[in-house]
Nanobody, 126 residues
Framework: QLHLAESGGDWVQPGGSLTLSCATSGFTLDYYDIGWFRQAPGKGREAIGCISHTGGTTNYRSSVKGRFTISRDLAKNTVYLHMNSLKPEDTAVYSC???????????????????WGQGTQVTVSS
């Protein structure tokens, strides 16, 4: 069964770090790109980054570039979002999705993804 499940969301103070996991099943990461997205309260879903099916390309939205890093572990069928220097404006529900594209800005969007996880809450506040 095709499935993605995020975990690792938590409350963290500004300047802190957090790593989210996206555990996948039912398909092989070698054949699909994985995107990370977030939706803040009262706002629309925003693509923040992606990793290509080869693992050789990662792209990030400018607002998180240099602070967030995407990696993957093929043996665990899991993709990670490592977040550093977190800010209150990073507060959102974070989700991952299986896709066929991994575009850089300005083409980065939530288009081209077909299977989505349920999301995990990240709260950044003091």
């Amino acid at each position: 069964q095709l499935h993605l499940a995020e975990s690792g969301g938590d409350w963290v103070q500004p300047g802190g770090s957090l790593t989210l996991s996206c555990a996948t099943s039912g398909f092989t990461l070698d054949y699909y790109d994985i995107g990370w997205f977030r939706q803040a309260p009262g706002k629309g879903r925003e693509a923040i980054g992606c990793i290509s099916h080869t693992g050789g390309t990662t792209n990030y939205r400018s607002s998180v570039k240099g602070r967030f890093t995407i990696s993957r572990d093929l043996a665990k069928n899991t993709v990670y979002l490592h977040m550093n220097s977190l800010k209150p404006e990073d507060t959102a529900v974070y989700s991952c999705a299986r896709g066929y594209v991994c575009y850089a800005e300005p083409l980065m969007s939530d288009g081209g993804y077909d299977i989505w996880g349920q999301g995990t809450q990240v709260t950044v506040s003091s």
